[in-house]
């Protein structure tokens, strides 16, 4: 089965205590089963669709309550060589730009991983707790907990067919209090095979403190799919 990069996710992300090693062909019940949503995210040759050179861009957008927002760009390039593709993401631009590594013979679209290993480290700055942690609680959460549903988006002026993933990692974590305010982080990933490389937005948010729904969240980011071009 296709994965996003076979080194990658060996990295920093998928990195898991010695507890969790295995997760993966675990599943949430013992058999040796991926979960639909691990093989969404992650088994999936997102970037089959892509033909090099091509240049995907996203649009970011940060709000929320807690701290000042910002908008940025995100751009994933996919080059030809030796026969496979390379894939090479720049996160953000100037001071806020995020080291992504190359990807050789890439499949599965990088800017999932970038997006997450981001998520895992603003989430140590904003509770000051440990990384693997984190990257712990969202692997388990997608292994175990995850729903998946299905659902349409517009792109490109047509109206498609995605699946959308829905995770709250931390809410039933036995560590939950530690972080505070930020256990009711909610991820939501929108994916379609038939956008160019199959990622259309990934979002994150924490609602409001006081749990109105007509209050702004806590916080909330966004990453979009915005166009492909070809050099």
Avoid: W
């Amino acid at each position: 089965m296709p994965c996003i990069a076979p080194a990658l996710l060996r990295g920093a992300f998928l990195a898991l205590a010695a507890t969790t090693a295995g997760l993966a062909t675990s599943g949430a019940s013992g058999q040796d089963t991926i979960s639909e949503a691990e093989t969404l995210l992650f088994q999936t040759d997102h970037l089959k669709n892509v033909a090099p050179p091509a240049t995907l861009s996203y649009a970011f957008r940060k709000t929320g309550s807690a701290e000042t927002g910002f908008d940025d760009t995100v751009e994933l390039r996919v080059r030809a060589r030796d026969g496979a593709k390379h894939a090479s993401v720049s996160f953000f631009r100037a001071e806020r730009k995020t080291a992504c590594p190359e990807v050789t013979r890439a499949e599965g679209n990088p800017v999932l991983l970038c997006f997450l290993e981001r998520d895992v480290r603003e989430m140590e700055r904003l509770t000051g707790g440990k990384s693997a942690y984190f990257r712990r609680a969202i692997r388990l959460a997608l292994a175990r907990s995850a729903k998946v549903a299905r659902t349409r988006l517009s792109f490109g002026g047509r109206e498609l067919a995605a699946r959308e993933i829905t995770v709250t990692p931390y809410a039933e974590d036995p560590l939950k209090d530690r972080i505070g305010k930020y256990a009711s982080k909610t991820y939501v990933f929108t994916l379609s095979a038939a956008v160019p490389g199959g990622v259309h937005s990934m979002r994150t948010f924490v609602p409001s403190p006081d749990g109105t729904s007509n209050e702004a969240p806590l916080l909330e980011e966004r990453l979009t799919l915005v166009g492909r071009r070809s050099p």
